[in-house]
Nanobody
Framework: EVQLVESGGGLVQAGGSLRLSCVAS????????IGWFRQAPGKEREGVSC???????????YYADSLKGRFTISSNNARNTVYLQIDNLKPEDTADYFC???????????????????????WGQGTQVTVSS
């Protein structure tokens, strides 16, 4: 059974940092893209970043254009864990953050990096990030 468990969210002041974690189980970690998404109240879910998500190549990363610079994705394959470091947090970063998994080969199916929610097959429950001004 595929499981994705996020943690690391919380309440933080603007300008602060958080590191979100996504622990994966139930599948061969190296063969899957892991994406981070977020959904603010009343808004659609949007892609933030992904890893092992370009051309099916392990370790490749991609960031949403509008979010480059403050977000850093990384992984510890020995721990089946993907991290999302968020620096210089802004109130508009307030959202539920989700990680999701998709077999890396889906990048060939859809073309381009895997950073659309519909490209992912399994989802975690999310972790809430609230940024106060």
């Amino acid at each position: 059974e595929v499981q994705l468990v996020e943690s690391g969210g919380g309440l933080v002041q603007a300008g602060g940092s958080l590191r979100l974690s996504c622990v994966a189980s139930g599948f061969t970690f190296d063969d899957y893209a892991i994406g981070w998404f977020r959904q603010a109240p009343g808004k659609e879910r949007e892609g933030v970043s992904c890893i092992t998500c370009r051309d099916g190549i392990k370790g490749t990363t991609y960031y949403a254009d509008s979010l480059k610079g403050r977000f850093t994705i990384s992984s510890n394959n020995a721990r089946n864990t993907v991290y999302l470091q968020i620096d210089n947090l802004k109130p508009e970063d307030t959202a539920d953050y989700f990680c999701a998994a998709a077999h890396a080969s889906r990048s060939a199916l859809y073309g381009g990096p895997l950073l659309n929610p519909f490209e992912y097959t399994d989802w975690g429950q999310g972790t809430q990030v609230t940024v106060s001004s």
